[in-house]
């Protein structure tokens, strides 16, 4: 049982938009910013997003990133083959002293 | 270029240690901590605990606590994740990524070593 709460799985064709939402709490999305994670299959994790907003150099602005209150999404525009991966989305924890994670979103692109 | 490399891939007995680590290039090691998160079979993300490279400060899981013992060697800029009492359940693909203190801000990781408990 993650602490931060994803879908299992998102789906959309070459080039719709699709969001992919994450719920937590007053302790971690709610008092911290929020990171999303790219894990394309077979790889490690690749960082996507940090601050809630901000897209690391090398992202695609096809991706952004949103935060309101105790819930954050990730939409990605211009949906390609190549963005079918899992996404995590992570913060901190004042509770628990430490970053908990999204129980990750498969998104397939049909 | 940050860069970190992991040692390959173990297989242990139940009730055995394993030490896994990381070697970083490509930045000021101990400007930042290197964190460990692990991956189950078909299963998500596990945050298991940090170090501080340029201290050795350690915030652990608390499910972890006890049984992991993070360490760093400066003079080679390599992080070491130690655990103890292994069983099937921690059979996963261990991953050190790059982190500072009380963040979620993975920024670098490493390729991922997979660990196998198996009697």
């Known amino acids: 049982q993650s602490v931060l709460t994803q879908p299992p799985s998102a789906s959309g064709t070459p ?19 929020v990171y999303w994670y790219q894990q394309l299959p077979g790889t490690a994790p690749k960082l996507l997003m940090y601050r809630s907003n901000q897209r690391p150099s090398g992202v695609p602005d096809r991706f952004s990133g949103s935060k309101s209150g105790t819930s954050a999404s990730l939409a990605i525009s211009g949906l390609r083959s190549e963005d079918e991966a899992d996404y995590y989305c992570a913060a901190w924890d004042d509770s628990l002293s430490g970053p908990v994670f999204g129980g990750g979103t498969k998104l397939t692109v049909l | ?20 680590s990381c070697k970083a290039s490509g930045y000021t090691f101990i400007s930042y901590g290197i964190s460990w998160v692990r991956q189950a079979p078909g299963q998500g993300l596990e945050w298991m605990g940090w170090i ?26 390599t992080a070491y994740m130690e655990m103890t ?25 490493g390729q991922g070593t997979l660990v196998t408990v198996s009697s």
Not at chain 1, 15 to 33: A, D, E, F, K, P
Not at chain 2, 52 to 72: D, I, L
Not at chain 2, 88 to 106: E, I, L, P, Q
């Open chain 1, 15 to 33: 080039g719709q938009r699709v969001t992919i939402s994450c719920s937590g709490s007053s302790s971690n999305i709610g008092s911290n910013y």
């Open chain 2, 1 to 20: 270029q940050v860069q970190l490399v992991q040692s390959g891939a173990e297989v242990k007995k139940p009730g055995a240690s394993v030490k896994v």
């Open chain 2, 52 to 77: 501080s490279a340029y201290n050795g400060n350690t915030n652990y899981a608390q499910k972890f606590q006890g049984r992991v013992t993070m360490t760093t060697e400066t003079s080679t800029s």
């Open chain 2, 85 to 109: 009492s292994l069983t099937s359940d921690d059979t996963a693909v261990y991953f050190c990524a790059r982190a500072n203190s009380g963040s979620s801000n993975f920024d670098s990781w």
